[in-house]
């Protein structure tokens, strides 16, 4: 139960939450992921999230392109530089270094995985594997499933379903077997992930699975090729009250 232990607690019935994901920072805020400076992307998404009054965001993973600790500390600095003001919480992507994320986890960057309010949970799960592909530890599920005892929205860095693109050689490997947990469990509303760097709704029996594109460049949907985009930085709006779980994508065009 260790991954779960560190919580977070809002004393509201409602909650508003932004999914962000795959940064793709580098050490100098002058860095380049296929010629997107993503330090200037990820900037102009947190201006616009302040506007949004939040009550918290999930960074989703992949904060690092070049694996450095000062890229870690930037993406620090630039949340602490902007006017968003509401938590952030994190759970790694295949890029991230997870004693990194715990390093610069102070003041408004916030650990806990377990996020409660009124209505239910946010679970924020760790499917960091060994390789690229993402992989989720029988241990690891069985803490899971363990927590799913109340209405919970779950979120995962990798995708647990098959986009028929180039990113399904690094998918979840064991993606439907957490995705029977989740269903059988019968308290999960939806599950959300990035990875994908692009925007995408699944169903897995009953259950609704969201991929939100990337704050830093989108990968061109449905190729097996590794063909990149820049139509600019996205994120996800998610709204939980007593009418329901409501979520919608928002772009920051070019």
Known sequence: MAWFNARFEFNQSQLKLA????????????????SVNTA??????????ALQNLDAVIFGGD??????????????????????????FWLPGNHDDI??????SQGQIISAK????????????????????????????EEVTGQCVVPSLVFCHHNPLAIQ?????????????????????????????GHVHNEYVFRF?????????ATSIQFKKFTNDWQQENPGAGYRIINWSEGGVQTEVKWLTK
């Open 63 to 88: 904060l690092t392109q070049d694996h450095t600790f000062a890229s870690y500390q930037l993406f620090a600095r630039l949340i602490d530089e902007s006017a968003l003001t509401c938590p952030v």
């Open 40 to 49: 200037e992307h990820f900037t102009r998404v947190l201006a616009d999230l």
């Open 99 to 104: 004693g990194y994320l715990n390093e610069i």
């Open 205 to 213: 029996r009953e259950l609704p699975v969201y991929a939100t594109p």
């Open 165 to 193: 693109g180039y990113l399904d050689k690094h998918m979840l490997e064991n993606g439907p077997q957490l995705l029977n947990r989740l269903v059988d469990s019968q308290n999960v509303i939806a599950l959300f992930h």
């Open 19 to 34: 999914h962000i994901t795959d940064t793709h920072l580098f050490e100098q805020s002058n860095g380049e992921y296929f």
């Open 114 to 141: 377990k996020i409660s309010f009124a209505l239910g949970q946010v679970l924020l799960l760790d499917s960091k594997g060994p390789t690229p592909s993402g992989w989720v530890s029988e241990a690891h599920l």
